[in-house]
């Protein structure tokens, strides 16, 4: 079982709709989760991060973190044109030192359409 | 200020010729990770370097690979007799020790082909 699952099919929506993405993860000592953004041919950018269970809102963007049943999903409001690219969820144990690599999910390409 | 840059952004080879990819990490950054991404899967984690200390080279999938850091800067992945699996995109990404959000950095990615 790998450690963190996104179904990575494409997700197509028309501009103003919401989109919503999630990831299921194994390891319950994972306490720092983040979703990044990656356009084509660029790197990862962080987009949101939340630490342990609850809810964060950034403009459009909320994240929710339910460490009960090991799921993350990140929701977009509003969707614009500008929103298509690939999302990643991460994860992480956290700590102030230390090797604190991230583990991916496959990843999620979504196209807003105008 | 300047970002994670990697080089060359692009490198075609083949098979069982040697390949050396670069990162230079943001100016302060102690620790600095490398990972793979394959087309169709996630981030593989591969290598962490963190400021003199020894690397954790638990994520590198075999002895073909290895890397180096010069104290606290440029680090570069070596990749010997490549395979045409070792395709893929490499990112490199740097992030300040001590950071309990541990926000890393990425580099825009060196996409290696091996032919």
């Known amino acids: 079982q790998k450690e963190v699952e996104q179904d990575p099919g494409p997700l197509s929506v028309p501009e103003g709709a919401i989109v919503s993405l999630n990831c299921t993860y194994s390891n319950s000592a994972f306490q720092y989760f983040m979703w990044y953004r990656q356009y084509s041919r660029k790197g990862p950018e962080l987009l949101m991060y939340?630490?342990?269970?609850g809810n964060k809102e950034d403009g459009r963007f909320t994240a929710q973190v339910d460490k009960s049943s090991k799921y993350i999903s990140l929701f977009i409001r509003d969707s614009q044109p500008s929103d298509s690219a690939t999302y990643l969820c991460?994860?992480?144990?956290?700590?102030?030192?230390?090797?604190?690599?991230?583990?991916f999910g496959k990843g999620n390409q979504v196209v807003v359409i105008p | 200020g300047a970002g994670v840059s990697q080089s060359p952004s692009n490198k075609v080879t083949e098979k069982g010729k040697d390949v050396e990819l670069r990162c230079d990490p943001i100016?302060?950054?102690?620790?600095l990770y490398w990972y793979r991404q394959r087309l169709g899967q996630g981030l593989e984690f591969l290598i962490y370097?963190?400021?003199?200390?020894?690397?954790?080279k638990s994520g590198l999938p075999s002895d073909r690979f290895s890397a180096e850091r010069t104290g606290e800067s440029v680090s570069t992945l070596t990749i010997q007799r490549t395979q045409q699996e070792d395709s893929a995109v490499y990112l490199c990404?740097?992030?300040?020790?001590?950071?309990?959000?541990?926000?890393?950095?990425f580099g825009p990615g060196t996409r290696l082909t091996v032919l």
């Open positions: 939340t630490y342990s269970s």
């Open positions: 370097f963190q400021g003199n200390s020894a690397p954790d």
């Open positions: 991460a994860m992480s144990l956290g700590g102030f030192y230390g090797n604190n690599r991230l583990a």
């Open positions: 990404a740097s992030s300040l020790s001590g950071d309990l959000r541990n926000e890393q950095f």
């Open positions: 100016s302060g950054h102690t620790a």
